[in-house]
């Protein structure tokens, strides 16, 4: 089965504020790939990253940074220093590769809150 | 360059009634997604276009719905007769080449569906 879980439906945290949030996912695919997108108040789903399942090297863009783990089978995502403008709900996705169409096995999504 | 686009932002109607969804890709993009959302829960995948053809309707809950894309440019979404769970967040994505795991698929602002 392929699944996605975002355990954590809602975080609030106050500016400046450190905030991880988590991914876990199940495939029996050994080819894959994860992704994480922000869904601000306006609505459109914007994406964010795509990793692949051979390339476990975590990542850093600006305050994002995003930590895959195969071991735990996680792909969570850290906002450093948050901002108002962070607030959004984040959605983990996950897509395994070989198969004749790519859709999207999406989570169900965290809401974060950042209070000025 | 122009995003995915969808129309309307927004519709209500009456359980019984018939709504069309329409979505505008990327320009040049050979795929075309729906899916949707019911409300808190996860987005879910409906059906793939491959430029005008049909690569996978396996999520396409029921035959009231009809989508088709007509010379692989823009897609219409149909749903007749609405019934109260087909309320929740319809998106669009596209992406731009047939069988690219890696390919990114970007979404739409979705279409809102309320129906009473």
């Known amino acids: 089965a392929q699944k996605v879980t975002q355990a954590q439906t809602e975080i609030s945290v106050v500016e400046k504020e450190d905030v991880t949030l988590d991914c876990v996912y199940e495939?029996?695919?050994?080819?894959?790939?994860l992704f994480w997108y922000k869904q601000p108040p306006s609505g459109e789903l914007v994406f964010l990253i795509r990793r692949n399942s051979f390339d476990e090297q975590n990542e850093i863009s600006g305050r994002y940074s995003w930590n895959f783990q195969k071991s735990t089978s996680s792909f969570n995502f850290t906002i450093t220093a948050s901002q108002v403008v962070d607030s959004a709900v984040y959605f983990c996705a996950l897509l395994n590769y070989g198969g004749a169409t790519n859709k999207l096995i999406f989570g169900t999504g965290t809401l974060l809150a950042v209070q000025p | 360059e122009a995003g995915v686009t969808q129309f309307p932002s927004h519709s209500v109607i009456e359980k019984g009634q018939t709504v069309t969804l329409r979505c505008d890709p990327i320009?040049?993009?050979?795929?075309l997604y729906w899916y949707r959302r019911v409300m808190g829960k996860e987005i879910k995948f409906l059906l793939h276009?491959?430029?005008?053809?049909?690569?996978?309707e396996s999520g396409m809950p029921n035959n009231r719905f009809l989508a088709e894309r007509t010379g692989g440019t823009y897609s219409t979404l149909k749903v007749q007769p609405a019934e109260l769970e087909d309320s929740g967040v319809y998106f669009c994505?596209?992406?731009?080449?047939?069988?690219?795991?890696?390919?990114?698929?970007?979404f739409g602002p979705g279409t809102r569906l309320t129906v009473l």
């Open positions: 276009f491959v430029k005008e053809s049909k690569q996978d």
């Open positions: 994505a596209s992406s731009q080449a047939r069988g690219l795991a890696t390919d990114t698929q970007y």
């Open positions: 495939t029996r695919d050994t080819t894959y790939y």
């Open positions: 320009s040049g993009h050979d795929n």
